[in-house]
């Protein structure tokens, strides 16, 4: 069964610092995976999305990074600001399955 | 504008009153899936689908029914509530494609129902 692991639960750094969070995923076998924002009382956005056969996908300050064979992905955002400030989540789908697990996420507060 | 329509936004019930959250969205996505969000265990899918008569479960899809009538609509039907399915429910959609480079598979959400039951 997949599981999907973030850690730390929770960041807090100064505005302006680049910053990486960690995804953990325990089976390699997966289709594509996710990294979304969710901000307090909101729905999810999809920030970027990486399919099993890239290494990577960028969208502006964000880039996401993904090693099936060891089970890990990172989301890096460079120069963060304020409005970075939310709860962030990896999922990912399985080869031959429709279903998406998620981590618990991984809160993020940038302090001006 | 492209979005995911959820309604109610809050719903209160009491047990065992039959209820239903609707979904709609306007990409013509084919795959729409629920899922409910409770502290402490993330999100859970409940039920997702394929595409229109297409449905199969999720991870906790025990006290929860859906249908998919038509593509643009995916209600969670609840038939008697109980207080654990207080959580906050969310529906999504994404596109599908058959082949490679057909499109993105980013899912959507909408912006929650956030259901209490007594």
């Known amino acids: 069964k997949q599981e999907v692991t973030q850690i730390p639960a929770a960041l807090s750094v100064p505005e302006g610092e680049n910053l990486v969070l960690n995804c953990s995923f325990t089976?390699?076998?997966?289709?594509?995976l996710q990294w979304f924002r969710q901000d307090p009382g909101k729905g999810l956005t999809s920030l970027l999305l990486?399919?099993?056969?890239?290494r990577e996908q960028t969208s502006g300050r964000l880039n996401a990074s993904l090693d099936k064979s060891s089970g890990r992905s990172t989301l890096y955002i460079a120069a963060s600001q304020p409005g970075d400030s939310a709860t962030y989540l990896c999922?990912?789908?399985?080869?031959?399955?429709?279903?998406?697990?998620f981590g618990q996420g991984t809160r993020l507060t940038i302090n001006p | 504008e492209a979005q995911v329509t959820q309604n109610p936004r809050y719903l209160i019930t009491v047990t065992g009153k039959k209820l239903t959250v609707t979904c709609s969205q306007n990409m013509n996505h084919e795959y729409m899936s629920w899922y409910r969000q409770d502290p402490g265990l993330g999100l859970r899918q409940i039920y997702y689908s394929m595409n229109v008569e297409v449905t199969d479960k999720g991870d906790v899809p025990e006290g929860y029914k859906v249908s998919r009538k038509e593509k643009r609509n995916f209600p969670l039907i609840l038939e008697s509530p109980s207080p654990n399915q207080t959580s906050l429910y969310f529906c999504?959609?994404?596109?599908?494609?058959?082949?490679?480079?057909?499109?993105?598979?980013?899912?959507?959400f909408g912006s929650g129902t956030q259901l209490s039951v007594l």
């Open positions: 089976d390699s076998a997966i289709y594509n």
């Open positions: 999504a959609s994404s596109f599908y494609p058959t082949l490679p480079g057909q499109g993105s598979e980013k899912l959507f």
């Open positions: 999922a990912v789908m399985n080869e031959g399955a429709q279903k998406l697990v």
């Open positions: 990486i399919q099993s056969s890239q």
